[in-house]
């Protein structure tokens, strides 16, 4: 047992308060990816471009689920459970956990790299985010239809992940700062902040 602001708290409590929170903004972005699929669909199949634009905010849940509960792991966790609960309503099927899980694993694995769960720099969780719009980017070209594949549809495209994702990311800083003044409470690896 570990003590947090004068409470005893054990481990698995602190476990299961991780996996409810991820959880929780899974499925707030699972809800999100279903609700918008029939418009990113339909802007996929128009322009690839666009689409990089709209398309990456199914990363804004793991990426405020990362920002929020600090906890190594919660990024991935909130991609993968929101995958599973999107998987039977989008045309994608079990794709939707590669095109969730992978951007996640690789920006998960940038904020474990340089221990930034538990020493927050704010470059690090931007190199993190530029990691996970460059892996969506690899993933955007395995689907973009080969007649509409130039060199100004890949350079755009690529842009268009980058700051569509680099946005998100602040967005995510904004909503952790908001929720804590707020007063919301939120627990970091075993110990307590406000």
Do not use: N
């Not at 990113?40 to 199914?58: D, E, M, N, Q, R």
């Not at 908001?178 to 406000?194: E, F, I, K, Q, W």
């Amino acid at each position: 047992m570990t003590r947090t602001g004068g409470a005893p708290r054990t481990v698995s409590a602190w476990s299961t308060s991780m996996l409810l929170q991820c959880a929780a903004f899974g499925a707030i972005t699972a809800v999100l990816i279903v609700a918008l699929a029939p418009l990113t669909h339909s802007i996929a199949l128009l322009s690839p471009v666009v689409y990089s634009l709209v398309g990456s905010v199914s990363s804004l849940g793991p990426l405020v689920a990362a920002r929020w509960i600090r906890a190594p792991g919660s990024l991935l966790l909130t991609a993968l459970v929101a995958s599973l609960l999107a998987l039977p309503f989008t045309a994608l099927g079990f794709l939707i956990v590669v095109a969730l899980g992978l951007p996640a694993l690789t920006a998960e694995l940038v904020l474990l790299a340089s221990r930034f769960y538990s020493r927050p720099r704010e470059t690090v969780w931007y190199l993190a985010s530029a990691g996970l719009a460059l892996v969506l980017f690899a993933i955007s070209l395995a689907v973009i239809d080969p007649a509409a594949m130039s060199p100004w549809v890949v350079v755009f495209t690529f842009a268009g992940r980058m700051l569509s994702v680099l946005l998100l990311a602040a967005v995510a800083v904004r909503v952790e700062k908001a929720l804590a003044t707020s007063g919301v409470r939120r627990r970091y690896r075993g110990r307590t902040d406000t």
